[in-house]
């Protein structure tokens, strides 16, 4: 069996026509562009790929982009007046500090910072923790959570009912996914480095969101043939191959994967497109809950 492919460019695509149009609209409605601030700290080549690709793709859409960037020597003071500034400026409706921060910078006290109604990448303790309340509603998702989602829905695969596996547990990733896989009525499983009979767990499962951070890590014997497969990771491998000498592969061993997968994201072209669409989606929301329109 050869696994149907889940192509994120193309529903990334029809997500950011979306919100350009709503943009435009809200445009002529009120004279203003919904607008996002983001903050670079240091010198993190993957870092700076991410903070232009999302100004550029805002730029696309005919909303603001600003990008602030500062000197990896910059102090937690420096930083949280910057987001203080952010948060009050009304022509910013949603800010975005790029992650990881370089080190003795507190991450958890910039995120706290960030104002609930501007919090565009859906980090702050009260979104997530909204999100995984029965009942709640966070303002916000987070971005590439929301494109798991949103690639799972706009392929026409069903959810409720099903048993999902998420291998991974970070605050990025991992565990919002879980929680809106289990907010859709799916029976959900997170895995992380520690569990035992890995592979079992993840053959137990419909679907498979692999957000563990290492290459090629869940191999293709590992799934129920059949499922839905969600490669969230984007890492880097050398391959003397190519001339570059190196390829980007995802957490699944996506050769073997496709074999027995019934539909998979690739990488490059799954996953990584939808981040950007649902930012911009999260910062129209922002403009509109500000402006008395959501
Ligand atoms: N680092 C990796 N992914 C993300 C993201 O979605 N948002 C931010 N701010 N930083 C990240």
Redesign the pocket.
């Known amino acids: 069996m050869t696994a149907k492919l889940i192509d994120g460019k193309t529903i990334a695509e029809a997500v950011r026509r979306e919100a350009a149009e709503e943009t435009a609209a809200l445009k002529a409605r009120t004279g203003q562009a919904p607008t996002l601030a983001a903050v670079l700290v240091g010198e993190n080549p993957a ?1 700076q790929t ?1 903070v232009a690709s999302k100004g550029k793709a805002c730029e696309e859409a005919g909303m603001g982009s600003i990008t602030h960037r500062l000197p990896a020597t910059t102090s937690q003071a420096e930083l949280e007046e910057l987001v203080r500034q952010l948060n009050a400026d009304p022509a910013v409706n949603g800010i ?5 921060l370089p080190k003795g910078l507190n991450e958890q006290a910039v995120l706290d910072l960030i104002s609930l109604s501007k919090d565009v ?1 859906g ?1 702050h303790p009260m979104n997530i923790g909204q999100l995984v309340m029965k009942g709640r509603i966070p303002q916000f998702i ?3 959570p929301a494109g798991c989602i949103e690639l799972l829905v706009r392929s026409g695969i069903t959810i409720a009912g099903k048993d999902a596996v998420v291998v991974g547990r970070s605050n ?1 990733v991992g565990v919002p996914v879980a929680a809106l896989l289990q907010n859709a009525d799916a029976t959900v499983t997170v895995c992380h480095s520690r569990t035992k009979d890995l592979p079992d767990k993840v053959r137990r499962a419909d679907i498979v969101v692999a957000a563990i951070g290492r290459p090629e890590f869940v191999r293709g014997d590992w799934l129920k043939p059949g499922a839905t497969v969600i490669d969230v990771g984007i890492n880097r491998i050398a391959d003397a191959t190519r001339k570059s000498g190196s390829r980007l592969v995802g957490d699944v061993a996506f050769d073997e994967a496709v074999e027995v997968a019934g539909a998979i994201t690739p990488v490059p072209g799954g996953v990584g497109p939808m ?1 950007i669409a649902m930012l911009l989606t999260n910062t129209v929301r922002a403009f509109k809950l500000q402006h008395g329109l959501a």
């Not at 975005?96 to 990881?100: A, F, G, H, K, T």
């Open positions: 870092s991410y975005l500090v790029q992650l990881p990448d980090f987070p971005c590439t990025i981040t």
